[in-house]
């Protein structure tokens, strides 16, 4: 079931051209030039009920402008944007009750009111039932462990416990989408696991569509199985993570520690470099051989004390895909 459609979605906004120098500064006064930029460029894509994707880019790559008009807070330019069938531009009120938003460093709770209060006023402004909200925070509370704060006024939250309001305040309607935008900036290790926790249970038990835009690459190999890939107002990758790394990255490095040394070994499908006296790098290609059947032949010449792989590096293939993109 597809819950969000986006075709050919595109905005562009009017910026204000300004020279330098004195003279520049008067004929801005008498003649307003504009350009045009292009912020979001023909971006398609339909995610489905229960997905959980990675939506990543450098800044300026269109992330948050696509959110936005995701949200209704912009309007597209060109093309259109579904969420459950129904277009954020022309029913904004109706799709926003069926959102969560989370911006890691924007809060939708009230800084002067104490936790607790910031929740209820949430509960009327959505209007959710109390039978509803009682259990909702039940729940909410079972996963994020808020009720040991919940009487603290908000601006005395750690940004570790405000995280984790602003997580419960995004979910006390129970919505079937969820943007989440930098959960986990700033973050300690703790904090960033009890986010990855929240998300990957909420997921589980409610089957809530998630788009997760981050920087920290950790999120998207803990959380997503989908990445979209969006530089310079263009999609330039839809795929999964897994079939993302196999593409671009088609070596993997295995690395052997021998017990008498390294004896000549030699291999048609890899590349082998001596490191010292009894360590060896063996690089090879995924669709060549396997590693188990590199390391049997290795067995089989050498003494192996020890083997590690190298796993691909999800830093290393975005950072291929972002120079690639430039060129």
């Given at each position: ?28 006064l008498l ?55 129904i277009?954020p ?6 799709v926003?009750k069926?959102?969560g ?6 809060s ?13 006023l ?8 109390n ?5 909702n925070?039940e ?24 995280m ?6 995004a ?5 079937s ?9 700033g973050l300690?290790v703790?904090?960033k ?5 929240f ?13 997760l835009?981050?920087?920290?690459l ?29 593409k ?14 390294y004896?000549g070994y030699?291999n048609?499908k ?6 010292s ?27 192996i004390?020890?083997v590690?792989i ?16 430039k060129?």
């Open positions: 079931m597809t819950v969000i459609k986006a075709e050919n979605l595109t905005k562009e906004f009017k910026i204000a051209k300004k020279g330098n120098g004195l003279s520049a500064a008067f004929k801005n003649v307003n030039e504009k350009t045009i930029v292009t912020a979001v460029n023909g971006v398609s894509f339909d995610i489905g009920r229960g997905e959980i994707v990675g939506y990543i880019g450098p800044n300026g790559a269109g992330k948050s402008t696509t959110i936005k008009m995701m949200c209704g807070i912009l309007t597209p330019t060109r093309g259109s944007i579904h969420i459950n069938g277009s531009t022309q029913h904004r009120q109706k926003v069926d959102l938003v989370v911006f890691g460093q924007r939708q709770l009230y800084w002067d009111l104490r936790l607790g209060e910031s929740f209820e949430l509960r009327r402004i959505y209007m959710v039932s039978d509803k909200f009682n259990a925070m729940e909410l509370n079972d996963i994020l462990q808020f009720n040991d704060f919940i009487d603290t006024p908000v601006r005395q939250l750690s940004l570790g416990q405000r984790r309001a602003d997580l419960a305040a979910m006390l309607h129970s919505p989408v969820l943007f989440l935008d930098e959960p986990t900036i300690d703790d904090a696991y009890a986010v990855r926790k998300i990957k249970k909420i997921n589980e038990r409610s089957q809530i569509t998630i788009i835009t981050t920087h920290d950790d999120d998207i190999q803990t959380l997503c199985k989908r990445i979209i890939i969006i530089n310079n107002g263009v999609i330039i990758s839809d795929c999964s993570l897994d079939e993302l790394i196999d671009e990255l088609t070596y993997r490095l295995l690395f052997a520690e021998t017990k008498d040394g004896r030699t048609p890899a590349e082998v470099t001596v490191i006296e009894t360590k060896l790098q063996l690089k090879f290609r995924k669709s060549d051989i396997s590693a188990a059947e590199l390391i049997s032949d290795l067995s089989k010449h050498v003494d004390a020890d590690q190298k796993e691909s590096d999800i830093d290393d293939v975005i950072r291929q895909i972002f120079a690639r993109s060129n």
